[in-house]
């Protein structure tokens, strides 16, 4: 089990390699395994998490959602970490600004101020974080499945869905396309969000009647 531990972080490269660079990195395969590079996709990330989980669960004999409700929660927090990371590292950050809170990331050679989009993100994070968080302990554990996941992916990647209008284009296709990568890989997560969210609900209502 502990070398699926690793999951998350191939999801993450491979997401990146496969979305943003797909016929780069096919003609040249060996230069996925070199990932100290950078390129690492958020989107491959959860989707790995999510293999992981659902292996995990078949070995312990839990229901998936039960461990998903609960896992988003430090998700949250450590996403909002990751984020700040990206800030110290002058990465993935946005278009020219002329808001007073604007960073000229000069590490990049940058010369005016850019939003910082790693710390919008690093706050809706964040409050996602401080939202699942109380729901858990108001409800002691004891809240309706599927709503603190449902209200993650919803949270998350319909902030990450706007944030990307003010991003600077990760590789050069996205500059001809009506919404980025970015924005397409998060459409399907705020979709399943939703479903998620309405099925649990009605399972509820018709569980309390």
């Known amino acids: 089990m502990k070398c699926l531990t690793s999951l998350p972080i191939v999801g993450a490269r491979l997401g990146h390699c496969l979305f943003y660079e797909p016929s780069y990195y096919l003609s040249n395969p ?14 491959g990330a959860a989707i790995g998490i999510l293999l992981v989980l659902w292996l995990w669960v078949r070995k312990e004999k839990k229901p998936y959602m039960w461990i998903l409700d609960r896992i988003v929660i430090v998700a949250a927090l450590g996403g909002a970490m990751i984020r700040l990371g990206n800030l110290m590292n002058s990465e993935i950050y946005g278009v020219e600004t002329t808001l007073p809170w604007g ?3 000069l590490r990049n050679g940058e010369t005016v101020p850019k939003h910082p989009t790693q710390i919008y993100e690093s706050l809706a994070y964040f409050i996602t974080f401080i939202i699942l968080s109380r729901i858990y302990w108001r409800k002691k554990g004891e809240f309706i499945s599927g709503v603190p996941f449902s209200l993650f992916l919803i949270l998350v990647f319909i902030f990450r869905f706007f ?3 003010v991003k600077e284009d990760q590789v050069a296709f996205e500059a001809g396309m009506t919404l980025n990568m970015g924005q397409w890989l998060s459409l399907p997560f705020i979709l399943i969000g939703v479903v998620v969210l309405i099925f649990s609900l009605r399972k509820h209502r018709l569980q309390a009647t």
């Not at 060996?30 to 989107?43: D, P, T, Y």
């Open 103 to 105: 960073f000229v990331f």
């Open 30 to 43: 060996v230069e996925i395994l070199k990932i100290w590079r950078g390129g690492l996709a958020s989107h």
């Open 163 to 165: 944030v990307e209008y």
